[in-house]
């Protein structure tokens, strides 16, 4: 059984879209850095692997099999974790500059917002994947909260951020217009479409979950059709070649080519061979 959300073809083909388009600049990211650093990019891997797990759900949805009911709970496990990891080096930074300055620089003050924010917001998905999103309030409230981290207090970080480490306006313009030339708001607005993609799924009609079993049933019947059309050709190929070759009658020949008998006044069948 999977979840009514995904009973909407239409919705669930945007997701796959909108998933696709999300994955584009970070895979390029990857395999770059791979080509230009021979190192592995963890945190670059991470950044898509959820997205590529949703994605394997969606396009194998009425398909059975073992760690299913997993990939989505493990794409917000990942979701949770990654920023954690990133927010390691903001912290120690936030303490050696309190340490140092004596005060707290707005910078990390709005890093560690954002990142409880996206982890809380990624947190209530997690647990609502967990139950086949029975309790779907928690999802919808976990993405809003998702979208209003990437759409407002990230780039209200990344202000905050510019203005303090840089001091003038100007220097901000700089760095402003170089976000958008690196394609980071293109990255931001694939990202928000992709939870809006999700979004949509959540305010689907609520009714009964989805029984892939006969979707199950009329592949393996298809399957097995197949595979019986298959075993009744290959038979009666070798039955035509297993089968007795006509007597030759007097005055006659057989062609060693094609088999045709031919009358001894012929002396080269029409398929070329000679007699």
């Given at each position: 059984?999977?979840?009514?959300?995904?009973?909407?073809?239409?919705?669930?083909?945007?997701?796959?879209?909108?998933?696709?388009?999300?994955m584009i600049k970070?895979?390029?990211?990857?395999?770059?850095?791979?080509?230009?650093?021979?190192?592995?990019?963890?945190?670059?891997?991470?950044?898509?692997?959820?997205?590529?797990?949703?994605?394997?759900?969606?396009?194998?949805?009425?398909?059975?099999?073992?760690?299913?009911?997993?990939?989505?709970?493990?794409?917000?496990?990942?979701?949770?974790?990654?920023?954690?990891?990133?927010?390691?080096?903001?912290?120690?930074?936030?303490?050696?500059?309190?340490?140092?300055?004596?005060?707290?620089?707005?910078?990390?003050?709005?890093?560690?917002?954002?990142?409880?924010?996206?982890?809380?917001?990624?947190?209530?998905?997690?647990?609502?994947?967990?139950?086949?999103?029975?309790?779907?309030?928690?999802?919808?409230?976990?993405?809003?909260?998702?979208?209003?981290?990437?759409?407002?207090?990230?780039?209200?970080?990344?202000?905050?951020?510019?203005?303090?480490?840089?001091?003038?306006?100007?220097?901000?313009?700089?760095?402003?217009?170089?976000?958008?030339?690196?394609?980071?708001?293109?990255?931001?607005?694939?990202?928000?479409?992709?939870?809006?993609?999700?979004?949509?799924?959540?305010?689907?009609?609520?009714?009964?979950?989805?029984?892939?079993?006969?979707?199950?049933?009329?592949?393996?019947?298809?399957?097995?059709?197949?595979?019986?059309?298959?075993?009744?050709?290959?038979?009666?190929?070798?039955?035509?070649?297993?089968?007795?070759?006509?007597?030759?009658?007097?005055?006659?020949?057989?062609?060693?080519?094609?088999?045709?008998?031919?009358?001894?006044?012929?002396?080269r069948c029409e398929?070329?061979?000679?007699?």
């Amino acid at each position: 059984m999977i979840s009514y959300i995904f009973k909407n073809k239409t919705k669930n083909i945007l997701v796959i879209i909108f998933s696709v388009v999300y994955m584009i600049k970070p895979l390029c990211e990857f395999f770059g850095y791979i080509s230009i650093y021979q190192d592995f990019p963890w945190f670059t891997f991470l950044t898509f692997l959820p997205v590529a797990l949703v994605l394997i759900y969606l396009l194998t949805l009425y398909y059975n099999y073992k760690f299913k009911s997993f990939i989505i709970p493990a794409a917000f496990l990942i979701w949770i974790v990654s920023p954690i990891y990133l927010a390691f080096s903001d912290i120690k930074f936030a303490f050696m500059y309190l340490k140092w300055i004596g005060e707290m620089p707005l910078t990390i003050v709005f890093t560690l917002i954002n990142m409880i924010v996206l982890i809380t917001a990624k947190a209530l998905c997690f647990a609502s994947s967990l139950s086949n999103f029975k309790n779907i309030s928690l999802f919808k409230v976990g993405i809003i909260l998702n979208i209003v981290g990437i759409a407002i207090i990230t780039p209200v970080y990344e202000t905050v951020s510019a203005i303090e480490y840089f001091g003038t306006t100007n220097i901000f313009l700089d760095q402003l217009r170089q976000i958008l030339n690196d394609g980071v708001i293109l990255g931001r607005v694939a990202n928000i479409l992709f939870w809006i993609g999700l979004l949509l799924l959540a305010f689907n009609k609520k009714g009964e979950d989805i029984d892939i079993t006969p979707y199950i049933e009329e592949r393996k019947a298809k399957k097995q059709a197949k595979k019986e059309a298959k075993l009744q050709q290959k038979e009666a190929e070798e039955a035509e070649y297993n089968a007795p070759l006509p007597e030759i009658p007097d005055g006659s020949w057989r062609c060693m080519a094609c088999g045709k008998i031919l009358p001894d006044s012929i002396d080269r069948c029409e398929c070329g061979y000679k007699k």
